[in-house]
Structures are given as structure tokens and as C-alpha cells.
């Protein structure tokens, strides 16, 4: 091969860069053993990573993802008005994951990153990551240093110690599409409406709580299943609309 060709000159494009991964796959990994039945769910996540998980994700062809394993790097050319896709694309993801027993964790910044159907690289990437390895808990962090991240208003979207995402809000499952057709939003999703898979995500984490090791794993599933717990009584309450 030409090495002239391994290093023309490239440049790098300003993206919408999101990085995710499975929270404790090496224990996934573990838990399966050879159980080819297990294997075969250890399976879902890097499936649903190569299918066309892009366009439901960013609903524009100009969306890239690259996969390995158990995580992936989504990007999308930069544009403010993706950002609210993208967000509801990957709390879908988040959603579909935990119903079939996985828990992600992202991060998501824009920068500057070359990513191609090859490769992908670049200092967005390196934040993406940095942003997602310290956010702790299975949730979705915003660079709180990007200002079309900072304006995004959405019913999902917190600020406490972080600028975050939460997939894990009633009022994003109660949307009249998710009530009534979570198969075609949801992969790996049962055929009962949104509240029915809030409440069944609710009793998949205090499962996951339970079985977790004393440390940051019980940490993880317990901030998680706190949040849940307080929306899920509300909907058992009269006031409850």
C-alpha cells in the first residue's frame, strides 16, 4: 500500500458526539459463562449497535455510529435542532437495553472529530468518553461547557451535580407514541404501553440493586432505582393523570 495514501491530510468536522457503554458488561460476561442462552442475550446489545440504529437514532443520513463490544460512538453533523433527536434516540436505546437487563451510561459533547465508516477520531471523541467514564450513574451526560447543549430544553434533562439526561422519566413514557406502540420505539420492548414498561424497568432495577456487589455497582442501581421509585408511586395516586 501507498504510504502516501495512510497519511493524506485530513480534517476534522464539528458533530454532535455521543459515547455509551454497558454498565458492568465484564460482569455480564462473567454471569453468561459458556450458557449458550445467555450468550445469546449477551448478543441484543452489540445487534441493536449494528443494525440501523443511526437513522431511528438521528433521523438524518448524515448520522454515523461505530461499535465495538459493548460500546458505541454515535455522531451527527453539528445542528442544534438535533440534539432533542438525538437525546429521545438514545433514551430509547436506554430503555430497550434495560428491559432485556443492560444499564448505559453516555456522555455527549460537541467538538471536532473525523468519523467515517472506518474510523473514528478526534478531541470531541476524548470528551465524549471523559464525560461518560465520570458520570457514574446509567444516565446521559451533557457537556455543561457547550451552550446548545446548556439551552436544550427538554422534560428529560436535569442539572445537578452534572447537566444530565434521565431516560428514566415518567412524563417520557407517558408520550401518547410510547403509550401506545413501545414495540416500534423500544427494541426488545414487550408489547404492553409505557407505563407498563416503567413499572416493569422499575422492578428489572431493584433486581439488578439487589444482586449488586456492596460498592459503586449497588451505588449505580440505587441512585437509579430512588428516582424511579418516586415517580412510580405517583402513578398509583388519585391525583395521577
Known sequence: MDITSLTAPLTYEKRIVCFFDVL???NHIEDAGSDPKKIGKLAFLPKILASDLVKAT????SGRITSFSDCAVVSLPFD???????????SNIFIGAAINGFFLRAGVTVGDIYHDDKMVFGPALNKAYTLESSGKYPRIILDGDEESLKRTEMDIVFEEDVLFA??????????????????KIFMGGPAVNGLAIFLKIETIIAECMEKAKVGRDKEKMTWLYRRVRQQSKSIFSPQFK
Open 80 to 90: 442544534a435542532d438535533f440534539i432533542p433527536q438525538l437525546l429521545v434516540g438514545l
Open 24 to 26: 458492568g458488561w465484564k
Open 58 to 61: 438521528s433521523q438524518t443520513s
Open 166 to 183: 434521565d431516560p428514566f422519566t415518567l412524563s417520557f413514557f407517558r408520550d401518547n407514541e410510547t403509550l401506545n406502540n413501545p414495540q
